[in-house]
């Protein structure tokens, strides 16, 4: 057996200390003060005890160092670390070997604290020495649970505990330290608890959608006015996320644009929506590694600056005609599954012009050629197209010849000859063809 103790330094991140052991054995608990870990099953899997060790000690962020012993059961690792936080064991056991709990003191067995000055008494110091004498004897002078705690700690008896298991959901709530009078003071208390929201989330391979932060207000009655016992403001990401940088940053946003009701007393967290993280492939390419902010993170804080409906984005929409293929609606209001940038199951053509004119540009037509600075002459083309017909509030249909057009002057052009309706009708008297810019090529 491989037992691990810790001992998290800050009061407040037991409770995500312990998440992020599960992260590397499902054998976790807390027994007394500190946190055991048995790790024997998943050695394996993470490379051996040093690996181990370093993922789970040094990789820690944004948890601070705790101090930690190890040994070949929970009871020894924990009387190893009770010695090293004491000074009597300044140096950390080898990792290449289990320590014996013969030369422990008894004063770092939990079940033996009250016994220990009568026990020095009779010349037993360690828990050797306590596991020499009669098994009988000590049972009945010292209680059975001095004995069951020896038998643990040298092997004979399985240790079993009340292990820890995740959340299904991420709730929190912490005491602030003094009365929040404006919502960015809050900032200081979500600081902490979107840090151990990280941790949930990376221990339950899981990004973040949406979040909610509450305060509870301190105040029944302000002004004469009675006010509610809690106030909410939720905060919502476009893609899955761990990057709590950006969740601070967008929860800053948001607060700098809330008010209070009343000072504030405490701060709870909890998450709304939670998906999947999709574990990208990581380039060998310096020039595939993508360096500073993702373009979603800042729409998002642009967002939340300036508000729901003043930043845009494209969405593309099954159309053949060019002008239609898009749309622009609020960043929010874009669907989940299908992003602006995704181009997955529309058309697309490889002819087509990275930039289109607001409005088709009527050109002039001299001996049936058109005109843009000069006349055009046409490389490719007709590309025909007919449609729109169903739509109402267009005049009519669209009906199309597209060429790819040479100007001497503008260079590559997109233009289209207008096929007018009385076209399709024989008897009608002849109308003159219309040409339109559309599209330029850079």
Same mark, same amino acid.
């Given at each position: ?101 013969? $030369? ?24 050797? $020495? ?20 020896? #038998? ?18 991420? #709730? ?107 574990? $990208? ?36 929409? /099954? ?30 053509? /490889? ?71 009385? /076209?399709? $009708?024989?008897? /009608? ?14």
């Amino acid at each position: 057996m491989y037992w691990i103790a810790l001992l998290p330094l800050h009061e407040g991140e037991r409770v995500a200390w312990g998440w992020h052991a599960l992260r590397f054995t499902p054998r976790v608990a807390w027994v007394d003060e500190a946190l055991l870990l048995e790790a024997s099953a998943s050695l394996r899997l993470w490379g051996g005890r040093k690996a181990l060790l370093t993922r789970l000690l040094r990789e820690c962020a944004p948890l601070a160092p705790a101090p930690w012993a190890q040994g070949s059961a929970g009871l020894v690792a924990l009387g190893l670390l009770r010695l090293k936080l004491r000074s009597e064991h300044t140096a950390a056991p080898a990792l290449s070997s289990m320590n014996s709990p013969h $030369d422990l003191p008894l004063d770092v067995l939990s079940a033996a604290h009250e016994h220990v000055a009568t026990l020095q008494r009779m010349g037993c110091r360690s828990w050797g $020495d306590l596991r020499a004498l009669p098994r009988a004897g000590v049972a009945r002078r010292f209680g059975a649970p001095v004995l069951e705690a020896l #038998d643990m700690a040298f092997g004979e008896r399985p240790e079993v505990y009340p292990w820890l298991t995740l959340p299904e959901a991420f #709730d929190m709530k912490f005491e602030l330290l003094t009365l929040a009078t404006s919502a960015p003071e809050l900032m200081e208390c979500a600081h902490r608890l979107l840090a151990q929201l990280q941790v949930w989330l990376q221990a339950r391979h899981q990004g973040v959608l949406a979040i909610e932060l509450e305060w509870t207000l301190d105040l029944k009655r302000h002004n004469g006015v009675r006010l509610p016992t809690h106030e909410q403001l939720a905060v919502r990401s476009a893609v899955p996320t761990q990057d709590i940088t950006h969740l601070r940053r967008l929860v800053a946003e948001h607060l700098s644009r809330t008010g209070l009701s009343a000072p504030a007393s405490y701060l709870r967290l909890r998450s709304l929506e939670t998906q999947a993280m999709r574990s $990208d492939s990581q380039s060998l390419l310096p020039q595939d590694r993508i360096k500073g902010e993702r373009l979603h993170q800042l729409v998002e804080r642009l967002r939340a600056r300036l508000g729901q409906a003043s930043v845009r984005a494209p969405v593309q929409q /099954a159309d053949h005609r060019p002008e239609h293929m898009q749309r622009w609606v609020p960043t929010g209001d874009v669907p989940r599954g299908a992003p602006a940038h995704s181009a997955s199951g529309l058309p697309c053509d /490889a002819l087509y012009p990275p930039w289109l004119l607001p409005a088709p540009l009527r050109l002039e037509v001299r001996g049936e050629k058109p005109h843009y600075h000069g006349p055009l002459r046409l490389l490719a083309g007709p590309q025909r197209l007919e449609t729109g017909w169903w739509d109402g509030d267009a005049p009519g249909p669209a009906l199309r010849d597209y060429f790819i057009a040479r100007s001497e002057q503008a260079g590559l052009l997109w233009v289209y000859r207008e096929r007018l309706t009385t /076209a399709l $009708d024989e008897t /009608a008297p002849s109308a003159p063809v219309r040409w339109y810019l559309h599209g330029v090529y850079a």
